[in-house]
């Protein structure tokens, strides 16, 4: 069974740092490009991440804070996200698509993800 699985996810006051991850099982993740996306209260699912083998692209909203990264061992992969801010305060999901459907760049597009797993709430607020 195809799985990812988010974990990290709490309470951070502004200007502190989480890491988020997302554990894929079922599937070898060295062949998905993976992304991160976010959805606060009443607002659209947001892009933040996404890395295609070794080579990560950023919301503009986002680049600087956050850095993605991959274990491969693991099949795993990573959010850090640093400098934290109020409107950071979101559902976190990973969402996965096979590098075949890709002709460039990972994408930050929600409807071309064919996996995702059941998010991780990060709330930053003093």
């Known amino acids: 069974q195809l799985q990812l699985v988010e974990s990290g996810g709490g309470l951070v006051q502004p200007g502190g740092s989480l890491r988020l991850s997302c554990s894929a099982s079922?599937?070898?993740?060295?062949?998905?490009?993976i992304a991160w996306f976010r959805q606060a209260p009443g607002k659209e699912r947001e892009g933040v991440s996404c890395?295609?083998?070794?080579?990560?692209r950023y919301a503009d909203s986002v680049k600087g804070r956050f850095t993605i990264s991959r274990d491969n061992a693991k099949n795993t992969v990573y959010l850090e996200m640093d400098s934290l801010r109020a409107e950071d305060t979101a559902v976190y999901y990973c969402?996965?698509?096979?590098?075949?459907?890709?002709?460039?760049?990972?994408?930050?597009?929600?409807?071309?993800?064919?996996?995702w797993g059941q998010g991780a709430q990060v709330t930053v607020s003093s």
């Open positions: 890395i295609k083998r070794t080579q990560p």
């Open positions: 969402a996965a698509l096979p590098e075949s459907k890709l002709t460039g760049r990972c994408t930050l597009s929600a409807p071309h993800q064919v996996y």
């Open positions: 079922g599937f070898t993740s060295d062949y998905y490009a």
